[in-house]
């Protein structure tokens, strides 16, 4: 079931997938498992977002790695990861003659996170996808599920 979340829901929902990620980060970075929960982001589909007109990214478990010549579109996907995480998103980004920008990115094994009970919204602990449409006239519209 599709819902929409609020600005405000939106900002928080944000800062928890940061810090999950940041638990992440310290799980590696201390060379072995912490009590943290690790979570995957596992996929990622971009939408008319500068010279991408479609694409999509499969990432597998372990260490991913984003190489290519200068000009390949590595900022690009850095960037639309920027946008799904809540980072700001300016219209710019979108592709020359397109009305509008989109990404979604399905994570994975997130767990129970209290954000969603709080803000009485339903989810999938197992699968998580996020949906971010960004417009020409600067508005955003972000999705859960």
Known sequence: MEQRISAHQNLLFWEIIAGTALCMARCIQNDHIQPCQLQMLSVLHIENIAVIESADIVFGGGFNALTGETGAGKSIVIDSISAILGER?????IR???GKAFVSAVFIGIGPLAW???NQIEYDPEELLIQREIFLDGKNVCRVN
């Open 116 to 118: 969603f009970e709080e």
């Open 96 to 98: 020359t003659g397109c």
């Open 89 to 93: 998103a300016y219209r710019d980004v």
